[in-house]
């Protein structure tokens, strides 16, 4: 029997990005018409869904390496009515989004660092670029399906090279701030090799 009469060592067409794998990836939120000023949400970049919990409908595409424009669909909580956990999530995965987005320790709590893990808005969000940690869950029908959980944060050793920044050890890109809150740079004599941002 020859490949084409027999099937049984044909692989299995899962098509699915290994769990754990990092990948680059930009955000395009799919706008969703829900707007609430009072939590912040406008633009219409919120969706609500029927059971009344409101998120993000997130579009993932990988932007290089070997599954570049691939897509990956996952939803970012917001708001659900059976308590804060999906909310909770759903803030944690955008702090993780800003600060590999944005070169920025989890652990970092200066002035700097706080400001650019803020946002306008929603619409902020929208086209940001960052280092996500590919997760395999599953579908409504119980099928799986990849989705992204987590971003990775400079903390993590292989961040610099899937960022494609320099590899040196400890290199932090400078932290972009949030354009509502300027921060002022304290004044202090420069160290050569340190970014501005940390002198």
């Known amino acids: 029997m020859g490949s084409w009469n027999d099937f049984n060592d044909a692989q299995s067409n899962t098509n699915l990005i290994p769990k754990g794998t990092l990948a680059k990836v930009r955000l395009t939120i799919r706008p969703g018409g829900f707007d609430d000023p009072s939590q912040g949400w406008t633009g219409g970049y919120a969706t609500r869904g029927s059971t009344g919990a409101v998120y993000l409908n997130g579009e993932f595409t990988v932007t290089e390496g070997q599954y570049a424009r691939r897509k990956i669909f996952t939803l970012i909580g917001l708001y659900s009515p059976k308590g804060p956990d999906w909310a909770n999530m759903g803030r944690s995965m955008i702090r993780g989004m800003l600060n590999s987005a944005r070169g920025i320790s989890d652990k970092d709590q200066s002035p700097q660092a706080q ?10 969000l929208d086209g940001i670029e960052f280092l996500a940690r590919i997760d395999v869950g599953t579908d409504a029908s119980g099928d799986d ?8 944060t400079p903390d993590h050793r292989d961040y610099a090279q899937h960022m494609g920044l320099s590899a040196q050890p400890g290199y932090h890109p400078p932290a972009q701030p949030a ?21």
Do not use: C
Not at 146 to 152: G, L
Not at 184 to 197: D, I, K
């Open 115 to 124: 400001a650019a893990r803020r946002i306008n808005g929603l619409g902020d």
């Open 145 to 152: 399906k990849n989705e992204i959980r987590s971003a990775v």
């Open 179 to 199: 354009p509502q809150q300027p921060v002022q740079a304290q004044p202090a004599s420069p160290v050569p090799g340190r970014p501005s941002w940390a002198q």
